[in-house]
């Protein structure tokens, strides 16, 4: 659930300047526009440590009034996973950049980002493996290596995490600015 109002919160952060017509005065002032877009990436990170400290904050109250912590596991395996954590959101973040900004579509950027919180992204993912199977053979699952299904898996390889993250961001973030900085703003 958290995720799921976080990406909703950052789906209404991206569309904002456009929705309310900020972007022509922002992005006529850089020499690219796809600066903005970077700009708003970037903030999603601290917007995303944000949501998280606060779910940290509000689990912790809610199980002190309920029982005792018990500390089962080291302090830096906790900030290990917390990292890879955030991070893997992060690359979700790209996706959703590059839908709603560069295509300019809150709707499905709102639509997005409920999948990925509510953990229905496999049903897509199960969607594309069946239709490259032809392609790539029988034992083609793509779920294995994408940011949702990475972060939820336990443990947490740091490995995989950084690859997925890295790339996946890179695949939708690039594209973003790109195409954002050929694209005539409205």
């Given at each position: 659930?958290?995720?799921?109002?976080?990406?909703?919160?950052?789906?209404?952060?991206?569309?904002?300047?456009?929705?309310?017509?900020?972007?022509?005065?922002?992005?006529?002032?850089m020499p690219m526009k796809g600066f903005t877009v970077l700009s708003?990436?970037?903030?999603?990170?601290?917007?995303?440590?944000?949501?998280?400290?606060?779910?940290?904050?509000?689990?912790?109250?809610?199980?002190?009034?309920?029982?005792?912590?018990?500390?089962?596991?080291?302090?830096?395996?906790?900030?290990?996973?917390?990292?890879?954590?955030?991070?893997?959101?992060?690359?979700?973040?790209?996706?959703?950049?590059?839908?709603?900004?560069?295509?300019?579509?809150?709707?499905?950027?709102?639509?997005?980002?409920?999948?990925y919180g509510l953990g229905l992204t496999g049903l897509i993912y199960?969607?594309?493996?069946?239709g490259i199977k032809p392609l790539f053979g029988r034992a083609t699952?793509?779920?294995?290596?994408?940011?949702?299904?990475?972060?939820?898996?336990?443990?947490?390889?740091?490995?995989?995490?950084?690859?997925?993250?890295?790339?996946?961001?890179?695949?939708?973030?690039?594209?973003?600015?790109?195409?954002?900085?050929?694209?005539?703003?409205?």
């Amino acid at each position: 659930m958290n995720l799921m109002l976080a990406l909703l919160s950052l789906c209404w952060f991206f569309y904002a300047d456009m929705e309310n017509g900020y972007i022509k005065n922002i992005a006529g002032q850089m020499p690219m526009k796809g600066f903005t877009v970077l700009s708003k990436f970037i903030a999603a990170g601290v917007h995303n440590i944000i949501f998280a400290a606060a779910g940290i904050i509000g689990n912790l109250i809610g199980t002190l009034l309920v029982w005792p912590i018990i500390m089962d596991v080291s302090v830096p395996e906790l900030f290990r996973v917390l990292f890879l954590r955030l991070l893997l959101v992060h690359s979700i973040c790209a996706t959703l950049l590059l839908v709603v900004t560069t295509f300019r579509s809150k709707a499905f950027g709102m639509v997005l980002a409920v999948l990925y919180g509510l953990g229905l992204t496999g049903l897509i993912y199960a969607g594309i493996n069946e239709g490259i199977k032809p392609l790539f053979g029988r034992a083609t699952d793509i779920a294995k290596f994408m940011p949702d299904t990475v972060m939820g898996e336990d443990p947490l390889d740091t490995v995989k995490s950084l690859a997925v993250a890295l790339i996946w961001g890179a695949v939708f973030l690039i594209p973003a600015i790109r195409i954002f900085d050929r694209k005539d703003v409205k």
